[in-house]
Antibody, heavy 120, light 109 residues
Framework: QVQLVESGGGVVQPGGSLRLSCAGS????????MHWVRQAPGEGPEWVAFLSFDGTFKHYAKSVGARFTVSRDNSKRTMYLDLDRLRPEDTALYYC?????????????WGQGTLVTVSS | ENVLTQSPATLSLSPGERATLSCRASQSVATYLAWYQQRPGQAPRLLIY???TRATGVPARFSGSGSGSDFTLSISRLEPEDFAVYYC???????????FGQGTKVENK
């Protein structure tokens, strides 16, 4: 079945860096646009980043600006999110999500998330 | 920026009752709106997209309606597993971003 599995979360100090990974299985990974979405404790989801199927097009939320970088390796069926200059407000559960397809409006499959905690 | 406002924040109902959730966009989105369900400890799940199309495997008791700026998610008869938080979501242009509403919690009365 279609599955997404995130990894790489952990506890990091403010100003630190982290790399998250999202491994896809059960579908043609290289044919789908993908997203990262985060959810702070007790809050609603917040979209973070978009990456087109071939890695050509990227979009980021204003809140992460140039601090985060999304990339993918289709040969490994994996997407990455590099988090840099982390702030306490970046503390959240980070999900990867598959785009429904077509015009890139919706998220049809989600992983279970990986927790990032930014604290001294 | 297109902002989504959901109401009410909390809906207290009993199993078997009908639930009606509202989502309003600050700018028109035609019918490009989705609804997600999130149960405690789980990831969000796509229920409805394009305002009224049920996602694969979603029971028929869930229905969506609306266009422009006003949208509704209805659950005809609440089952125990339907008590959860529901979010609406849209995509904006200039720059391209994806936005969620703040959520409506459907709780067991």
């Amino acid at each position: 079945q279609v599955q997404l599995v995130e990894s790489g979360g952990g506890v990091v100090q403010p100003g630190g860096s982290l790399r998250l990974s999202c491994a896809g299985s059960g579908f043609s990974f290289g044919r789908y646009d993908m997203h990262w979405v985060r959810q702070a404790p007790g809050e609603g989801p917040e979209w973070v980043a978009f990456l087109s199927f071939d890695g050509t097009f990227k979009h980021y939320a204003k809140s992460v600006g140039a601090r985060f970088t999304v990339s993918r390796d289709n040969s490994k069926r994996t997407m990455y999110l590099d988090l840099d200059r982390l702030r306490p407000e970046d503390t959240a559960l980070y999900y990867c999500a598959r785009d429904l397809g077509g015009l890139d409006y919706y998220f049809d499959t989600w992983g279970q998330g990986t927790l990032v905690t930014v604290s001294s | 920026e297109n902002v989504l406002t959901q109401s009410p924040a909390t809906l207290s109902l009993s199993p078997g009752e009908r639930a009606t959730l509202s989502c309003r966009a600050s700018q028109s989105v035609a019918t490009y709106l989705a609804w997600y369900q999130q149960r405690p400890g789980q990831a969000p799940r796509l229920l409805i997209y394009d305002a009224s199309t049920r996602a694969t495997g979603v029971p028929a008791r869930f229905s969506g309606s609306g266009s422009g700026s006003d949208f509704t998610l209805s659950i005809s008869r609440l089952e125990p597993e339907d008590f959860a938080v529901y979010y609406c979501q849209l995509r904006s242009e200039g720059p391209r971003t994806w936005t969620f509403g703040q959520g409506t919690k459907v709780e067991n009365k």
